[in-house]
């Protein structure tokens, strides 16, 4: 489902690109749940950052779902929807301004999807929440009704490929093993890979089939 080979990835500083992640290679099997950890600012969400299409500044090769990606290519077609995200904050995909419905309804209605608000009330239903909360403003809710909600954003897409990029490490502890075992359930149930940033080895080691870890921007062990 997703080949990098010698991947290099850039930021932008200032005029100048500052290369953070080196020449990284790597597999992931359909249906597999694979692991990034590292401590912070090793690379690793610079990489999933590029798998998810949102950094074009990167060299070397990329597949994902089957579909070669080049370097500055926007994700299109279906792609776009084979590959979501979830991110540690969800607030980076839900408006603060918005009621829940809204903000989840904008991109099914770019789709031309049909039923709706039937499919978001489906999503609330399969991630163990209410209904009646896709009615309500995220500050509403918990911090991990949010993230429910923002995992509910990811899938109304059906992807293929989920990117996790430290999807608990903000939330209290009692709250983070209630997100695993639903991302675990989830993952079953929808046939979905997975890969999973985490400075916790103990959540890779909860959560996926195989992981690497990462250091200054390289893979290490």
Known sequence: MIE?????????????FRTVVHEVSLNVKAGECFGLVGPSG????????VMAGLNPHWQGGMKLVGETVKPGQRFTGQLRQDVQMVFQDP?????????????LSEPLKLLKKTNVNDRIDRGFHHVGLDPALADR???????GQRQR?????ALLL????LLLDEPTSALDMS???????????????????????????????????????????????
């Open 137 to 143: 403003y995220p500050h509403q809710l918990s911090g």
């Open 4 to 16: 990098l080979t010698d991947m290099s990835v850039s930021h932008r500083q200032g005029y100048d």
């Open 149 to 153: 909600v923002a995992i509910v954003r």
């Open 91 to 103: 607030y980076a995909s839900l408006h603060p301004r918005h009621r829940l419905r809204r903000t």
């Open 42 to 49: 090793c690379g690793k969400s610079s990489l999933l950052w």
């Open 175 to 221: 709250v983070q093993a209630e997100i695993l075992n639903l991302l675990n359930r989830l993952k079953q149930q929808d046939n979905l890979t997975m890969v999973l940033v985490s400075h916790d080895p103990d959540v890779i080691d909860h959560m996926c089939d195989s992981a690497v870890r990462m250091d200054q921007g390289r893979i290490v062990g």
């Open 158 to 161: 059906e992807p293929r490929v």
